[in-house]
């Protein structure tokens, strides 16, 4: 199994963000919605995709919110990975918790290309 990269597939922004990364990031991932995903395959639970995008590796535990998105680019080697491991040291590890927290929390809200659809379905 290679690493598995679990999004909302309801969000815009996050589906937005999952096919760029898709198309620029070399990592060997699958990228699922949570929506069609087997979460208890991936050890994962609802609430846990809920909350944060997922970073699920072949034989470790899952990672949440900026720990999966520093995972996903330190595993598509140089030059994302060197961004990867700096969101993971202190004090940028704090300050990427926080703005990922709040980007979650209002994602619905944010303008930008992921709105051409015309809405987001997360509950506002």
Do not use: F, N
């Not at 809920?50 to 330190?74: C, D, E, F, N, T």
């Amino acid at each position: 199994m290679t690493a598995v990269v679990v999004y909302d597939g309801d969000c815009g922004l996050c589906t937005w963000a999952a096919q760029r990364g898709q198309r620029r990031l070399r990592a060997q991932v699958s990228i699922q919605p949570w929506q069609q995903s087997d979460l208890p395959a991936l050890g994962l639970s609802e609430a846990d995709v809920r909350h944060a995008v997922q970073w699920v590796p072949a034989g470790g535990p899952p990672k949440a919110g900026h720990r999966a998105i520093a995972s996903w680019l330190i595993a598509s080697g140089l030059p994302w990975s060197v961004a990867g491991r700096l969101l993971l040291v202190p004090p940028v590890s704090w300050i990427a918790a926080v703005s990922y927290r709040l980007i979650a929390a209002h994602r619905h809200q944010i303008p930008g290309p992921w709105r051409r659809d015309g809405a987001c379905a997360v509950p506002k």
